[in-house]
């Protein structure tokens, strides 16, 4: 194995520059991964293990939040995730 030697002032500018990245990602990754995914009736019907008309019953109660474009309806994942996690017993 080959041994090389750098001066303290470079070392030291190297562990803050780390740090610097350390930080940065630790800010940009705290984000849940699911926050950009946007999930349609089928595909929450089945995460959910509901029924259509269930879902609509909450849509309809205000119970998970949704957009609508062109008669098609989304729900964003994180919205999903909450709503288990806020009924959690």
């Known amino acids: 194995m080959e041994l090389k030697l750098i001066e303290a002032n470079d070392y030291h500018l190297l562990m803050e520059r780390l740090d610097e990245i350390k930080e940065y990602l630790a800010e940009n990754y705290k984000k849940n991964p699911l926050d950009d995914i946007w999930l349609d ?3 929450v019907c089945r995460l959910l293990k509901i029924s259509k008309r269930t879902l609509q019953t909450y849509r309809d109660k205000h119970m ?3 957009s609508q474009i062109a ?12 709503h288990l996690l806020s009924n959690y017993q």
């Open 41 to 43: 009736n089928q595909e």
């Open 64 to 66: 998970i939040p949704y």
């Open 71 to 82: 008669g098609k309806i989304y729900f964003k994942a994180s919205d999903i995730q909450n």
